[in-house]
């Protein structure tokens, strides 16, 4: 079965940061591409990075560029996500997806809440 | 970066009567990268067609998806109660995935 598993969400004030992680089973994790999508509460869903799977192509959406920073461990069937000054408007549920059909996401783990406030 | 506009924002309809869900893209979408999801309350989204037309395994028949170009369309054809629940379509181009605001499929 294949598990993705994220963690690290919190509260944070703005201008703070923020390391998220996604633990993955089930699958061969070093053969996938892998990318985070975030929703904000309400929201429609919002891809926000993707990294290839020897991390040697990597793209950010302009809301991230220059703030995040998307990286894997396929040693630790892992990925990860280095949130940096942080935005109100970061606040949602981000979660890590990955496919390979035609550029869609067939496997989404459960998300984890990022909540950006004072 | 192209821009999905799906519509109607709210179709409310019976269970057993057919949904059609529309997706405008800004731009030619392409190499038929184009996806529909549903999402309900809570949970994760969950992929039910790529590439225009192509249902995941496990995804019943009653879901199909069609259309070109800058249009295109899901449609289910009669309603099951687990139906109801928000689906978004979502495509990709140049580096960059963008999803629709989403179409809410609530019970009448």
């Known amino acids: 079965e294949v598990r993705l598993v994220e963690s690290g969400g919190n509260l944070v004030q703005p201008g703070g940061s923020l390391r998220l992680s996604c633990a993955t089973s089930g699958f061969t994790f070093r053969d996938f591409s892998m990318d985070w999508v975030r929703q904000a509460p309400g929201k429609r869903l919002e891809w926000i990075s993707h990294?290839?799977?020897?991390?040697?192509?990597?793209y950010y959406a302009d809301s991230v560029r220059g703030r995040f920073t998307i990286s894997r461990d396929n040693a630790e069937n892992s990925l990860y996500l280095q949130m940096n000054s942080l935005r109100d408007e970061d606040t949602g549920v981000y979660y890590c997806a990955s496919g390979f059909l035609d550029n869609s996401f067939n496997y989404w783990g459960q998300g984890t809440l990022v909540t950006v406030s004072s | 970066e192209i821009v999905l506009t799906q519509s109607p924002g709210t179709l409310s309809l019976s269970p057993g009567e057919r949904a059609t869900l529309s997706c405008r893209a800004s731009?030619?979408?392409?190499?038929?990268?184009l996806a529909w999801y549903q999402q309900k309350s809570g949970q994760a989204p969950r992929l039910l067609i790529y590439?225009?037309?192509k249902r995941i395994a496990g995804i019943p028949d009653r879901f199909s998806g069609s259309g070109s170009g800058t249009d295109f369309t899901l449609s289910i054809s009669r309603l099951d109660p687990e139906d109801f629940a928000v689906y978004y379509c979502q495509q990709y181009d140049n580096s960059v995935w963008t999803f629709g605001q989403g179409t809410k499929v609530e019970i009448k």
């Open positions: 590439g225009i037309s």
């Open positions: 990294i290839s799977t020897g991390s040697n192509t990597i």
């Open positions: 731009q030619r979408v392409t190499d038929n990268q």
